[in-house]
């Protein structure tokens, strides 16, 4: 086996990286290096996580990604790369359609030429839009986007089917429920908070805190990529793809979330209320028995549990590095 992690300066590229490391797994990483946010946060991250080797490669470039594919004998992907953010996609639609459209059909057409035995990639629970369900089921209707970011993870969801209908190639999404641990996104709620209440300053809280996350430890969520990705998806009467919710399946208030985050950092500050955001949505749940069927794992690690190492590392690293 030889994986390939696009996105592995990401938060969750980096972390998987480093745990098919542990494991033994021959694996190699690659990423642009976007500025989506600080560089040298993601830098900071790599080398923390001992990656130093991550290669600087940009999906969109076509030849290039050929010409690695063509040097390096793959024979898993997990297709990471992309660019992120809900709120981001109101204004900055562009890079959305070259990243998550462009890049993926050639992350596609890489893997259908040179023969991958499985293709991984990530998808979002954003896909689910306003859903009314209690439970978000994989088989549940998803075609209401609310956000581009969105649509473009449906269109990635759509794009793998269709490869796999066509090319008989086994592909499996993953439908990531808000992912939370050291080094995560600056840009997500945990990191806000917690940079909020180190420097005494006032926590934004949108929706009026009517809010709900099914917010997953990272730990877990690399782990059950681990697993899957010995697992490709039988073709028999239906194309080789499948769909997983890859979450906690337990949404959290999110007032909740900032209390137990206040009493692990031993801090406390007022709450800035704002309203919802545009794209965003009141409430994330992940059905996640069929990746329990599979796998015979599901995330586990309690909220209590993830907020305090969270918190730890947060604190520590603080101290000693420079957090965006």
């Not at 919802?276 to 329990?292: E, K």
Request: net charge neutral; glycine share 8%; with cysteine.
């Amino acid at each position: 086996m030889k994986v390939l992690v696009t996105g592995a300066a990401g938060f969750i590229g980096a972390h998987l990286l480093a745990h098919l490391r542990a494991r033994g797994i021959d694996a190699i990483g690659i990423d642009n290096l976007s500025n989506y946010y600080s560089v040298d946060y993601k830098r900071a991250r790599v080398a923390a996580l001992g990656l130093d080797d991550v290669r600087i490669l940009d999906i969109e470039q076509r030849d290039a990604l050929n010409a690695l594919f063509d040097a390096e004998d793959f024979t898993h992907v997990v297709h990471l790369a992309a660019q992120a953010g809900v709120r981001y996609s109101v204004d900055n639609p562009h890079i959305y359609a070259s990243t998550n459209l462009v890049g993926f059909v050639n992350v596609l057409e890489a893997c259908r030429h040179h023969d991958i035995r499985h293709l991984l990639y990530a998808s979002s629970s954003s896909v689910y839009g306003r859903s009314d369900r209690s439970v978000f089921d994989e088989t549940d209707r998803v075609d209401s986007p609310i956000s581009l970011y969105a649509a473009t993870k449906r269109a990635n969801e759509l794009m793998a089917h269709s490869y796999a209908d066509l090319y008989g190639m086994a592909i499996s999404g993953m439908r990531f429920f808000t992912v939370y641990g050291p080094w995560g996104r600056p840009d997500m709620a945990p990191m806000l908070f917690a940079r909020a209440l180190l420097r005494g300053e006032p926590i934004e809280v949108f929706n009026h805190g009517r809010m709900a996350r099914d917010f997953t430890w990272i730990g877990d969520i690399v782990e059950a990529v681990t697993r899957l990705i010995d697992l490709p998806p039988a073709g028999g009467s239906s194309a080789p793809h499948i769909l997983y919710n890859l979450g906690r399946g337990a949404p959290t208030e999110l007032m909740t979330f900032i209390e137990l985050l206040e009493r692990a950092l031993g801090r406390h500050s007022p709450r800035r209320w704002r309203e919802m955001q545009t794209g965003d949505v009141p409430r994330t749940h992940a059905n996640t028995r069929r990746l329990q069927e599979a796998t015979g794992f599901a995330p586990q690690t309690s909220l209590e549990e993830g907020v305090s190492r969270f918190a730890g590392w947060y604190s520590a690293c603080a101290k000693h590095c420079e957090l965006p």
